[in-house]
């Protein structure tokens, strides 16, 4: 194999498939980067850990001579992002099995994989089922996938989940058990029968990473428990998390004897001051305490080593009970905040009850919600 290629182009198809490699040495040829050049789709990379697996391709090269070499995908990255700007050659030296790698008139060879049996992603097997646009699914993921758990004894809740319904309405979820956050949106196109899969939160971020902001469409088709998401020239496979997403609309309030709206700067701004103080020795948790009344609502942080923080809001707008003293995890409760702030002067806070679930929503946009559950706290 020899190819010349500029490194910018390069780095980018790197950079877009080398993250799926395996981190670990458990199985060394899954920690390589296949690097594929034909004439047909150009230089072609494919990473995977067998858990997710990313395949992507450029024509933006010279091919001299078709070929394929397998590489440690990370010291591979490492290596190429660093290179100055230039045309760059890849050259495997089968004799020594190494790439050897020019820049200029500089040089670097890496060790390659040999005897290697590298496994294919199950491309061709996948059964198209439906499409979105990019636009709309990065903004589902990046309202959603931060409430999934990082770490939960039901694997469920550390995914996102993914529900179609009748008439084509899809609801995108991810819940902690402490937090809920819900998108719901339309899917275009023939009437699709209601499934739902959960897909991985280390595969919504690889999805954020390569999702444009237009409305060209991202397909997404299933093979046995895995999913593909492919656009252009790209594939990102996935396995898909086994096991019963719970009854999410239970967890969705719906009776409320407090709505609040509030200016949604403003308590941005209070919760990342209250967030300075560090956790409760007692909750282990940074939270803040909210005395809603009628005109106002003060806000306060105590930390017995250093110190507390007091805030008044004012200009709000509330109907139904006050006199309402209610916390809340201070980092879920910014979580939610920073997203409004991008999209919305105001937020409406509904309640009920002190120890009842709150539900956030923007208040010109119904399509998105997010519930938040109340700390108990001792003072």
């Keep these: ?114 005897d290697y049996e590298y496994p294919d992603l199950p491309l061709k097997k996948m059964q198209q089922r439906f499409s979105l646009p990019q636009q709309i699914l990065k903004e589902a993921l990046r309202k959603t996938s931060f409430a999934a758990a990082a770490t939960h004894f039901r694997q469920v809740f550390t995914g996102v989940l993914f529900d179609i319904l009748e008439d084509n309405m899809l609801k995108i979820v991810a819940s902690d058990t402490h937090r809920l956050a819900c998108y719901t949106c339309n899917i275009a196109g023939s009437k699709i029968e209601p499934f739902n899969f959960i897909i991985p939160t280390r595969t919504v971020n690889e999805l954020l990473r390569i999702l444009d902001d237009n ?62 103080i560090p956790t409760d ?45 209610i916390a809340f995890n201070t980092n879920y409760f910014l979580d939610v905040i920073k997203i409004m702030a991008g999209e919305s002067e105001q937020t409406d806070i509904q309640l009920s009850g002190a120890l009842g679930p709150a539900l956030i929503k923007n208040p010109k946009k119904d399509n998105y919600l997010y519930v938040l559950v109340p700390l108990r706290t001792t003072n």
């Design 1 to 114: 194999m020899k190819v010349s290629m500029e490194k910018r182009d390069l780095s980018s198809l790197t950079t877009l498939v080398y993250r799926a490699a395996s981190s670990k040495n458990t199985i060394p040829v899954l920690s390589g980067l296949l690097i594929e050049a034909n004439q047909d789709q150009g230089l072609i990379m494919t990473a995977t850990d067998m858990e997710i697996g990313i395949k992507a391709s450029t024509s933006s090269l010279e091919i001299i001579e078709p070929g394929e070499v397998l590489v440690n995908a990370h010291y591979f990255a490492d290596f190429i992002k660093l290179l100055p700007d230039g045309p760059v050659i890849l050259e495997l030296n089968q004799d020594k099995n190494k790439l050897n790698v020019n820049y200029g008139r500089s040089a670097g060879s890496i060790n390659t994989y040999r």
């Design 215 to 276: 409305d060209e469409l991202i397909d997404i088709a299933f093979s046995d428990n895995n999913v593909i998401f492919s656009k252009d020239s790209f594939f990102l496979h996935s396995r898909l998390i086994e096991g019963q997403y719970p009854n999410y609309e239970q967890v969705i309030p719906t009776t409320f004897t407090t709505s609040l709206q509030i200016d949604t700067g403003v308590l941005a701004d209070t919760l990342e001051r209250v967030r300075t």
């Design 281 to 325: 020795d007692k909750l282990k948790i940074q939270y803040a305490r909210f005395d809603i009344g009628e005109n106002e609502i003060t806000v306060n942080a105590f930390s017995e080593m250093m110190g507390e923080i007091e805030e008044v809001l004012e200009n709000i707008e509330l109907s139904g009970e006050s006199n309402i003293k």
